[in-house]
T-cell receptor, first 117, second 108 residues
């Protein structure tokens, strides 16, 4: 089945530093990838839609200058949390679909647990 | 109104019980429907797609009711390992909307 790889799985960083998270589709090309954030005991919240070769589309309330998304190829999207603060500590998950065909599900990366101290 | 709504639960059931979850969606033009399972501190994993005719995979049965705009998931003969959060996902023009998830606890 389709595999999406996310790296790193967990990261601890100091307040004020930037953290880059990679999301790769390993066996298919993904023109669109999605980035989510999930706080403890809450549901997944879509942050942005990453489009290959163009600017990402951010959901309302998500700061595009803080969460930089780059989708430079059909198999790689990156999310950079800039100047991270403790309130950015969360579980970040990416996902990708294999295409726009009917009933094409999302495949998720294994997630990145970010802790900002 | 939210795009996708689910009862958050928790549903606490004994082993062997049958349990059903519903999920309603607001956009009648929605095209694809899925159930995902998420274990604590892990990423969601696809459980099954939901087809108009209904579909079954072992102990799991999914149904779609377009007229009433809801999908359902039935789990028969619950196992302890079924304890998880079940997410309803609705796709509309390549945009995916998630329910908040229904938590299931299967007790011995």
């Amino acid at each position: 089945g389709a595999v999406v790889s996310q790296h790193p799985s967990w990261v601890i960083c100091k307040s004020g530093t930037s953290v880059k998270i990679e999301c790769r589709s390993l066996d298919f090309q993904a023109t669109t990838m999605f980035w989510y954030r999930q706080f403890p005991k809450q549901s997944l919240m879509l942050m942005a839609t990453s489009n290959e070769g163009s600017k990402a589309t951010y959901e309302q309330g998500v700061e595009k200058d803080k969460f930089l998304i780059n989708h430079a190829s059909l198999t790689l999207s990156t999310l950079t949390v800039t100047s991270a603060h403790p309130e950015d500590s969360s579980f970040y998950i990416c996902s990708a679909g294999q295409g726009s065909s009917y009933n094409s599900p999302l495949h998720f990366g294994n997630g990145t647990r970010l802790t900002v101290t | 109104r939210k795009e996708v709504e689910q009862d958050p639960g928790p549903f606490n059931v004994p082993e062997g019980a049958t349990v059903a979850f519903n999920c309603t969606y607001s956009n009648s033009a929605s095209q694809s429907f899925f159930w995902y399972r998420q274990d604590c501190r892990k990423e969601p994993k696809l459980l099954m797609s939901v087809y108009s005719s209904g579909n079954e995979d072992g102990r799991f049965t999914a149904q779609l009711n377009r007229a009433s705009q809801y999908i359902s998931l039935l789990i028969r003969d619950s196992k302890l390992s079924d304890s998880a959060t079940y997410l309803c996902v609705v796709e509309n023009f390549n945009k995916f909307y998630f329910g908040s998830g229904t938590k299931l606890n299967v007790k011995p």
